[in-house]
């Protein structure tokens, strides 16, 4: 297993991060843990979560996530031997319309999120917090002031943020810096191989754009968490097709690169897309989500494929 620090001064974790969005929801526990045991002994010590997964799926609150993996640490008793990411901000407001109403980035929230998150995974620390989307409602001196203070507290010791748009990122940063608190050294953006279109609506999702690309290429000393990265099994199941914001012309040369790369290299599809990210400029953590150990199996496999540089050209290029 291959690793990299996450930020400058961050923890050092394994070059994939498995997401457990689903666990305790639509993947049962019983394989959720198969596939959290195969992680770690395959090395890999990145785990990512978040305080509202997955509220959406039917019958569930969003805390199941967590609660799972709290479990799965107890009888494990591996805590230490993990970077354990979760986040808030987006957990809805029970009782009114989500996204607008969720709970934010209040100093209020921030700490009674961050105290729920740690209950509930059973720990005492959160190696990553991530404010989880923008909160237009909360000045960004309450919110970055309320993080400082839970890594002076050691109940966080690095933070990131997703969703947030480049100018979001280096108005946060900027703040921090003047006022001496630690900023954001990660950042959770819905990023892969194929680009979406130019008028693509994700909701309070934010994809990497070039803006924050090239804010990030200026900044080597930052992470991004690529999220989504393989559009939930589009690259390679007939049954799920691509999601409609990323169906337009540009995305028919893209695939055709892909498929000829991953056919020269013997890989799978998903590994060409895995294997092109984690080599990318940016320094790039894919999370991969996985319902079954196979699925994280042919994930981890694309450490070992790496791609020449006119493999990278030509899917750089393709269009």
Known sequence: MHHRSLGVDGPTASAICLGAMTFGTTVD?????????????????????????????????????????????????????????????????????FPEHIEGLSARALREAAEGSLRRL?????????????????????????????????????????????????????????????????????????LPRPDADFGIQRPADEALLSHLAQRPSMTLLAYSPLLGGSYSRPDRPLPEQYEWPAAKARLTALSEIAEESGATVNQVVLAWLLGHPVPTVPIIGASSVA?????????????????????????
């Open 122 to 194: 059973g720990t005492d620390r959160v190696d990553l917090y991530y404010a989880h989307v923008t909160d237009p409602a909360t000045p960004v001196e309450e919110t970055m002031g309320a993080f400082a203070e839970l890594v002076a507290d050691g109940k966080v010791t690095t933070l990131g943020c997703s969703n947030h748009s480049a100018a979001d990122l280096a108005s946060a940063n900027g703040l921090a810096t003047e006022r001496g608190w630690p900023g954001y050294r990660c950042v959770q953006q819905r990023h892969t191989y194929l």
């Open 295 to 319: 699925q994280l199996d042919e994930s981890l496999a694309a450490l070992d494929l790496t791609l020449d540089e006119d493999q990278r050209h030509r899917l750089d290029t393709a269009a």
């Open 29 to 97: 526990e019983e394989t959720s843990t198969a596939i959290l045991d195969r992680f770690t002994e395959a090395g890999g010590t990145f785990i990512d979560t978040s305080n509202n997964y997955a509220f959406w799926a039917p019958g569930a609150n969003g805390y199941e996530s967590e609660e799972l993996l709290g479990r799965w640490l107890a009888r494990r008793g591996n805590r230490d031997d993990l970077v354990l990411a979760t986040k808030a901000g987006a957990r809805p407001v029970p009782g009114l319309p």
